[in-house]
């Protein structure tokens, strides 16, 4: 298979270069909803047979080179399909008005999304990626790196794993960017995290995905800080069909992925399925990884008022890692080069290595996390209309931890502080788990280091429904409620003694109270010699409990468009623990934080080329679940300091529209209030502590600016720049506790304050005044082109450039002092860089199907630049630890076929 694509790709450069141009036709036209009249923003035209295409502007018009006898075939989400042949024969030609019929089974998923924002008319930051934009670029890259060229977005692959790639909007990292998947939240429900390895195939399913920038136009209970990514999966086509494809790339990568769907039946039923399976050695050592993608949808159309569809769809998948854990310092970079032979230092893996002669590595997750959704869309009349999702998702999976007795828990680290673990490391650079093996093998007193997975299994229901009505000519109201119930298990399993007979987990068992549980007294529990499936360190539910409802109305007439939106949560959390409380003790109190909010916004169209927009608003968010305990790996005790996190932002825009010229600018400001912070460590006695700290705010303001031109009908121009102030400001206060909620007046002695009227005097004061934010690129800009010479080819070349980027930082617990003021330091300042990306297709007809053979290069320079790092203790590059380096020279080649 390999050959054969090899010979099919200089087929195809053969061809670029022998055939002949050929006349051109430049066709322009409008597309509209045929019942509405409104125009259709960003709908695909496609020349049929090739990968020639556009997209229609802001007020649904469009202008396509085609040769004559072609036809164009024009798609957009939730409507049918359409062609049209071009007999006519000239420079040019105008088709006028075309009018899309609404295909109902597509339309809702639409409907039920309600999310989407409309250009011209929503007042917001947004920017739409079409699943032709992802099929072209894309390549072997992350699903967020798709994201690169957008404004305010920084995307990188942080340790570099399959689907370890980290999204930040605006400098707000994944916590505070809502991401939406069909209208409905998935991030996590403790943490509001997004890990992209439980979504790694999403680009194969993704209709259509939309970035809110800002508070957005989400209409959920609970809206995001710093934005939304809105991804919309592929829903029951109407038309029968499907595509076959492999892939391969560097490093091993394979990709092979098929559709079919069944059409339209005359008694309104349809399905669609789709699979894939991708695999590869990985680009970093040891990283090697196995994931599939499944995806079914099922939909039956009743009558025109009714329509059922039930979509599921999931991404199992494990990979081996390099955790951002094990990122050096730059100098320590320089030295394992002497493990990477003529390959680059920066692939290195520390915890890589070999057990009995196989290779093997201690860093490894696997996770399946399927979304089953059952939507049902109800036209009640004309004008009002009822869609409601209800869904469940369903989370398996876990990740490798290495831990140990008081000694040696810290060796399973491939580094620490930015430096190589050389206690069990091999000449050639490898970890020696062999000798791991041999020291438990001759202990007298039990396996010195073993190996556990960290259970992460959740099981979530939701129920997302939303009323549409309009209230006379001008008035659209939206109202619904959002129901989420979320339940997830935390267990560490030991699952490998390394060679010994069993392990003494007396460092975690002798935490246990036996206050709380009667059983810490037995000598027995904590000195039981444990073996393989006996659980430590941690093992309880967390659960999460949040009902809300929103309502939305808005006005649209002639060129004004305005919007006014808010929503209220209760957000209830209690946990239940079975290792560290008596069955009668398991369960904690539920602990319930009222959120809220409240937005505008107003869209101006000056002319039919100019708009202006503004917008507003202010969020009441409740705390995350971490933060309302202590230490909600280990105890009930509650943070009494834990309140709402406040959310104040304000923006306008500016439009321009053309038809061969499009651009948006853009700014912001948001004013982030009493953003929680938390830190830990250990006494003398092995107890962990926490620092739990309020009050610590944050400004970011900047501007956005995006284009797309096009000079020629055979070619496109686009391109962006932001930049951001990001910075921390005021004073971050906290406490020190122990795990019992105690306050402490020496977290290292472990003393308890016994007189609460002199705890002002341990109070930790960290000052945080005009510190930058760090992890993200402050400054991004992008320039594209693409070249379309002739039927069937496309050549595209893309440049992406970061600037600004600080280096990452927490507050660190043990540098607090008490009754003292600590100020923070600006960290070190990440070298600018810049990136190239190539990309070509070539599509022909092979036999009596269509094929499409497409190729992607990225990094095309092997640009060596550091994306990410951990600020030191100078703020320097000297003092950076976990210093990571991006991907150098990658590519790959794929080959279609649709039917």
Request: cysteine-free; aromatic content about 14%; proline content about 2%.
């Amino acid at each position: 298979m390999r050959r054969f694509l090899i010979q099919v790709l200089l087929v195809a450069v053969l061809s670029v270069f022998s055939t002949a141009a050929f006349a051109q036709t430049t066709v322009r036209g409008q597309l509209v909803d045929s019942e509405t009249g409104e125009p259709l923003v960003g709908a695909a035209v496609m020349v049929e047979g090739t990968t020639q295409g556009s997209t229609t502007d802001i007020d649904g018009y469009f202008k396509q080179s085609v040769a004559s006898n072609s036809t164009l075939l024009f798609k957009y989400v939730g409507y049918k399909d359409q062609k049209k042949k071009i007999t006519q024969k000239g420079a040019s030609v105008e088709l006028g008005i075309i009018k899309m019929q609404p295909d109902a089974v597509m339309l809702a998923d639409v409907t039920i999304t309600s999310s989407v924002a409309v250009a011209r008319k929503t007042p917001v930051a947004v920017s739409t990626i079409d699943p032709v934009f992802i099929e072209e670029k894309l390549g072997s890259q992350e699903f967020p790196e798709i994201l690169k060229s957008t404004p305010g977005i920084y995307t990188t692959k942080d340790g570099g794993g399959y689907g370890d790639s980290k999204t930040n909007v605006r400098g707000f990292k994944s916590e505070n960017v809502a991401m939406m998947i069909n209208g409905v939240p998935m991030n996590g429900m403790e943490n509001q995290k997004v890990y992209w390895s439980n979504w790694a195939g999403l680009s194969d399913v993704t209709r259509s995905m939309q970035v809110q920038r800002g508070l957005g136009a989400s209409k959920v209970s609970s809206p995001a800080v710093g934005g939304s990514i809105n991804i919309i999966t592929k829903s029951t086509d109407a038309k029968k069909g499907g595509f076959v494809s492999y892939g391969m790339g560097n490093d091993g990568y394979n990709k092979i992925l098929f559709s079919v769907s069944s059409g339209l039946s005359k008694d309104g039923w349809a399905f669609t399925l789709l699979g894939g399976k991708t695999w590869g050695d990985g680009y970093i050592q040891g990283t090697e990884f196995e994931g599939y993608t499944w995806f079914a949808s099922i939909a039956k159309r009743f009558n025109d008022n009714h329509q059922l569809t039930l979509t599921a769809f999931g991404a199992p998948q494990w990979h081996n890692q390099r955790s951002n854990q094990n990122g050096l310092s730059i100098k320590e970079w320089q030295r394992v080069k002497q493990y990477m032979g003529d390959d680059s230092p920066y692939k290195y893996n520390s915890t890589f290595g070999y057990r009995n002669g196989q290779v093997y590595n201690s860093s490894r997750n696997s996770y399946h996390k399927p979304q089953i959704s059952l939507n049902h869309l109800w036209q009640i009349d004309q004008k009002s209309s009822l869609s409601t999702a209800a869904y469940v998702s369903i989370g398996r999976g876990d990740g490798f931890r290495g831990t140990g007795d008081s000694d040696y828990s810290n060796k399973w680290y491939g580094s620490t502080n930015g430096l190589v673990n050389n206690d069990f490391r091999r000449p050639d650079g490898t970890f020696d788990y062999d000798t791991v093996e041999k020291m438990n093998a001759e202990s007298t007193t039990g396996s010195k280091m073993v190996m556990s997975k960290m259970m992460n299994n959740h099981l979530w229901y939701g129920l997302l429904s939303t009323y549409t009505t309009k209230f006379g000519e001008y008035f659209d109201f939206y109202g619904g409620i959002d129901l989420r119930y979320y339940k997830g298990l935390h267990q560490d399993i030991l699952t490998d003694l390394f060679g010994g007979k069993y392990f003494v987990d007396s460092y975690n068992r002798k935490n246990v109270s036996a206050e709380n549980n009667p059983i810490a007294s037995d000598p027995n529990f904590k000195n039981a010699k444990l073996g393989v499936g006996d659980v430590l360190r941690r093992d309880y539910d967390g659960l999460v409990l949040q009902e809300g409802v929103f309502a939305q109305l808005e006005y649209n007439q002639d060129k004004l468009s305005a919007f006014v939106s808010g929503g209220l949560s209760n957000t209830g959390y209690w946990r239940y623990d079975r290792l560290y409380y008596s069955k009668d003790k398991a369960k904690s109190s539920t602990k319930n934080y009222l959120g809220g909010n409240i937005k505008g916004g107003i869209n101006y169209n000056l002319n039919e080329r100019n708009n202006v927009f503004a917008n507003a608003g202010y969020i009441s968010r409740a705390p995350m679940f971490d933060t309302s305990f202590l230490n909600s790996q280990t105890s009930h005790a509650r943070n009494n300091d834990a309140k709402n996190e406040k959310i104040m932002s304000f923006e306008v825009g500016y439009g321009f529209r053309s038809g061969f010229f499009t651009a948006n600018l853009n700014a912001y400001y948001t004013r982030w209030m009493d953003k929680a912070m938390y830190d830990s460590g250990d006494m003398r006695n092995s107890e962990r502590y926490t620092l739990n700290m309020i009050g610590a705010n944050a400004d970011h303001w900047g501007i956005e600016l995006d284009f797309l031109a096009k000079p020629f009908s055979w070619m496109e121009v686009n391109g962006m720049f932001s930049w951001g102030d990001w910075r921390w400001n005021g004073n971050a206060t906290g406490y020190y506790f122990n795990s019992s909620g105690q306050m402490l007046s020496d977290p290292k002695e472990g003393t308890v304050v016994i007189d609460m009227s002199q705890a002002e005097q341990y109070k930790a004061n960290i000052k945080m005044d005009n510190v930058h934010v760090g992890g993200s690129a402050q400054t991004t800009a992008a320039l594209g082109v693409t070249f379309r010479p002739m039927k069937g080819v496309r050549l595209a070349a893309d440049w992406n450039f970061f600037a600004r980027n600080y280096a990452d930082y927490d507050i660190d617990a043990g540098s607090a002092k008490m009754g003292q003021e600590i100020l923070i330091s600006n960290p070190w300042q990440i070298p600018s860089y810049s990136t190239f990306d190539l990309s070509a297709g070539y599509t022909f007809d092979f036999g009596k199907v269509r094929a499409t053979l497409s190729g992607n290069v990225n990094n095309l320079l092997d640009q060596e630049y550091i994306a990410d790092a951990r600020d030191g203790n100078s703020h320097d590059w000297e003092s950076a630890t976990r210093v990571l380096y991006g991907f150098g020279r990658t590519y790959s080649v794929r080959l279609k076929f649709n039917f």
